[in-house]
């Protein structure tokens, strides 16, 4: 499921999650599985496949976790024929309330292309606060940084 979900997803994901986070192949979908489930064990993270009817819509993901500062990334990807039905936005709530109510966070940030209008609405449903452009932040790219606080 993740990988043909991530063939269908991988010109929009990979210049923001990179090609662990978007496996194209059953290997790669495999070894992405195992290196997210050792990042969860060692408090790097969590992640969340969004399934519905046997097929991966996308992925959401708190990662980069700071447990002295309590804040964390805040990353997701939804299949393209899956956008625009509120997916990401639920799927973003789900993991707000599960990182700040039981993970003990108290900030989350999401880096957002500056181009990416159906990002910048999920960030604005979700009552994110814009805080700025990043200069070259992801993979050398400029983004915009909007927080979630407690």
Not at 68 to 82: D, K, M, T
Request: charged share 25%; glycine share 8%; aromatic share 6%.
């Amino acid at each position: 499921m993740l990988c043909e979900a991530a063939q269908k997803s991988v010109h929009h994901v990979r210049p923001w999650l990179g090609s662990g986070c978007c496996p194209v192949t059953p290997v790669a979908a495999r070894q992405c599985i195992d290196e997210l489930e050792q990042k969860r064990e060692r408090s790097y993270g969590i992640t969340y496949l969004l399934v519905m009817e046997d097929s991966c819509l996308g992925m959401g993901l708190i990662n980069y976790v700071h447990p002295v500062h309590r804040s964390a990334n805040l990353g997701y990807w939804i299949r393209p024929e899956a956008c625009g039905q509120g997916l990401a936005v639920a799927l973003c709530k789900s993991l707000q309330k599960l990182a700040f109510l039981q993970m003990d966070l108290c900030r989350l940030e999401l880096y957002i292309e500056p181009n990416n209008k159906a990002s910048l609405r999920v960030a604005e449903k979700l009552g994110a606060e814009k805080e700025g452009l990043c200069r070259k932040r992801i993979f050398g790219r400029d983004a915009l940084l909007y927080s979630l606080t407690t």
